[in-house]
């Protein structure tokens, strides 16, 4: 018997900058200042949105919440290597990536305080509504390419979806069609290291996930999700080559800085240690060290990004409170197309109850 | 005995079944180290460790298709699905494989396990938090459905579907699971599968209900009392359902009215309508009443008290079936 070796395979990682805000030119994307200002706005338009939730969910004016601090720069520097007309096809944690993208911010709050009239997509925004069951989404991104390659349409589709979701069978399954159909797809893993309580090397046993690509015939990489200027030349690489029909898996290497959602207690599972560990790779703060090191603009303008973010997001949700109560007709008309005429005596039973 | 509300209740009934038979197993996700998001797996880990009480990776269709090898070669699973709306994703492993490994083997394999999730609305929950889908499982044969309604119910009943030779679907319903507190034995007991219980007794008209909509209709009750006397039925297993009890109370009372808050269209209502009216047909007074949500998307909290049943929608159903003349 002899054997012979098939197949070797590597996963490449890609860092551009720093934890200390030193850029490596090697690998840098082309920055423009306009880009990287681009980038820190919606970093930061992303954090002022999350600790604003955080704090209606504590006044009881917002659902529970899962916050996306800590990965903004993989949220942030993915949707930004999209065109316009490119389609996102989100998991629930990616606030940033709609506010990159220049999505209302009071549809969001809308949506999670509860108010179905948010999830109204505006006409001009490719995107999908949140989609809560894990891994689910996946599958619509792939069809989404399918349908974009035969009809010629000249989309790139950008799914996100946690290191939880890797596990499931909707992930196999919609990187297999991908590879078998090469479609111009991404598939954009934000491995923040747990999934709930399951640390990351629990939830699978594979020493990358972005090397679960490699089985599907699809190339894959490995990026410092808290560098965005990594997670943006990884993005448009990936975004080139599904121009051409290829797909890409990019496992966005970062962290989950808050809990879970606010029902969870992420002190239950892991160490302060730890998140300590991570708060010093905060994302934004290493943005800022590169700008204010390349003189791109000074603390003062800094703190007036902050000041405008902040007031962006409490106008928000000044919108998203005066909204009003929802119409009884209107969790009715969206069933099916025409209403039924079941639906139709339900209204009416509906209507006339007391509220 | 202890004060227990349901959560504790249930803790305590997967504790005591843990320690009284070493083929338990109880798994899904964050059962473990966290002891379940709603805590009903809570210090379960240290007590017996990780083999027995297992952190799964995110994936519901094979913790149930994993569930039914375990309980092949031995074991007794309790597999926890987080919510309601992620049991969807277990569909395919509980109809195809779970429901008819009994069937398929001629007896000579059975599928002994339990899958628990926590079910229904009302808690002002995200999307696809407030599902209520027990009728996909009442209908496919093979499956038993349980859905307690209080904490003293809850662990009777979890114990009976821990023991029984047949699959148990177990629904909880998470708005009760820290709103009422009473006493519960701390050591085991048994809710037998299969008997519903006749929670008050009453003349006038009859009301069928389970789970999270009891604690609603007995304050429909309260509300209509000068009106009519209830005889209040807690179902508390949906297949196989205990139909002699219903059969004798509306035998008794002519009338009756059916709760719950899954969608009206073939919902259990409609099951349990259909077999009243042919067996009870010369006894009925009035037309069988349902009281459900509306038969539309489980809408975003804002609107959900519009969606679910309320206790003035049940009193409602009940003035009108009562006085029916
Ligand atoms: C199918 C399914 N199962 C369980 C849940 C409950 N749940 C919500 S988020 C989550 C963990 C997801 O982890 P990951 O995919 O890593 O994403 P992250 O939350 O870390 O962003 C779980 C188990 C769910 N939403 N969907």
Request: glycine share 6%.
């Amino acid at each position: 018997m002899v054997f012979r070796s098939l197949a070797r395979f590597s996963v490449n990682y890609l860092q551009v900058l720093d934890e200390h805000g030193q850029i490596d030119a090697r690998h840098a994307p082309k920055l423009t200042p306009a880009l990287v200002k681009h980038a820190f706005d919606a970093m930061v338009l992303g954090r002022a949105f999350d600790e604003t939730a955080l704090a209606l969910q504590r006044e009881g004016r917002l659902l529970t919440y899962g916050p996306g601090k800590g990965e903004e720069a993989a949220h942030a520097g993915s949707a930004l290597a999209l065109r316009k007309g490119d389609w996102i096809v989100p998991s629930f944690r990616e606030n940033t990536a709609y506010l990159a993208r220049g999505y209302p911010p009071e549809l969001l709050f809308e949506y999670w305080m509860g108010d179905e009239r948010g999830q109204k997509m505006p006409k001009e925004h490719k995107m999908l509504p949140v989609a809560v069951p894990v891994s689910t989404q996946i599958p619509h991104a792939v069809g989404i390419a399918y349908a974009a390659k035969l009809l010629k349409k000249n989309e790139v589709v950008l799914t996100y979806f946690g290191d939880g979701a890797t596990s499931k069978g909707d992930f196999y399954e919609a990187l297999n069609f991908a590879g078998v159909f090469r479609l111009p797809v991404i598939f954009a893993c934000i491995n923040n290291q747990y999934a709930i309580s399951l640390p990351r090397e629990r939830q699978s046993a594979a020493r990358t996930l972005a090397q679960k690509a490699i089985a599907a015939g699809i190339d894959s990489i490995q990026v410092d999700g808290n560098d965005v200027f990594a997670c943006y030349r990884a993005t448009q690489q990936a975004v080139e080559r599904a121009r051409k029909g290829e797909p890409t898996l990019i496992e966005f290497y970062t962290y989950r800085m808050g809990d879970h959602t606010t029902s969870d207690e992420a002190s239950r599972y892991r160490s302060a240690k730890e998140v300590a560990r991570w708060a010093k790779r905060d994302p934004i703060s290493r943005l800022s060290k590169y700008a204010l090191g390349k003189k791109l603009w000074n603390k003062q303008h800094e703190q007036k990004i902050w000041k405008l973010a902040r007031k962006r997001i409490s106008d928000a949700v000044a919108k998203a409170e005066a909204i009003g109560t929802q119409p009884i007709e209107d969790i009715f008309a969206y069933t099916y197309s025409q209403p039924t005429p079941r639906l139709r005596e339900q209204l009416e039973e509906a209507r006339k109850e007391a509220v | 005995m202890a004060v227990m509300n349901m959560v504790d209740a249930l803790n305590s009934a997967l504790d005591n079944e843990l320690e009284r038979d070493p083929r338990v197993v109880v798994l899904g996700e964050d059962v473990g180290r966290d002891g379940g998001v709603f805590r009903v797996t809570q210090s379960l880990l240290k007590k017996y460790g990780e083999l027995r009480v297992v952190d799964t990776p995110l994936a519901e269709s094979a913790i149930v298709g994993a569930s039914l090898g375990m309980s092949l070669n031995g074991l007794k699973p309790v597999a926890e699905v987080q919510f309601d709306g992620f049991t969807y994703a277990t569909f395919d492993q509980l109809f195809s494989h779970v429901a008819r490994m009994r069937t398929r083997t001629r007896g000579r394999f059975t599928a002994p396990l339990v899958v628990r999730f926590p079910y229904g609305g009302l808690v002002r929950a995200l999307e696809h938090h407030s599902e209520s889908p027990e009728a996909f499982f009442c209908h496919f044969p093979g499956l038993k459905v349980v859905a307690p309604s209080s904490p003293y119910e809850a662990k009777g009943l979890l114990i009976a579907a821990i023991r029984d030779p047949d699959p148990v679907i177990f629904m909880e319903p998470k708005r009760l699971y820290r709103a009422i507190k009473e006493d519960v034995p701390e050591t085991p007991y048994i809710i037998p599968l299969g008997e519903a219980r006749v929670v008050q007794e009453g003349s006038d008209v009859t009301i069928v209900s389970y789970g999270s909509m009891l604690q609603s209709c007995l304050e429909a009750v309260k509300l209509v009392a000068g009106a009519a006397s209830c005889e209040v039925i807690d179902l508390r297993t949906l297949t196989p359902w205990d139909e002699r009890t219903v059969i004798d109370s509306v035998g008794k009372t002519g009338r009756l009215v059916i709760v719950h808050e899954a969608p009206r269209n073939c919902g259990l209502g409609g099951e349990i309508a259909a077999t009243i009216q042919q067996k009870c047909f010369y006894k009925l007074s009035a037309p069988i009443a349902r009281v459900t949500s509306w038969d539309i998307i489980t809408p975003l909290p804002k609107m959900e008290t519009r969606h679910f049943p309320s206790v003035s929608r049940i009193a409602k159903a009940i003035i009108e079936t009562a006085t029916l003349q």
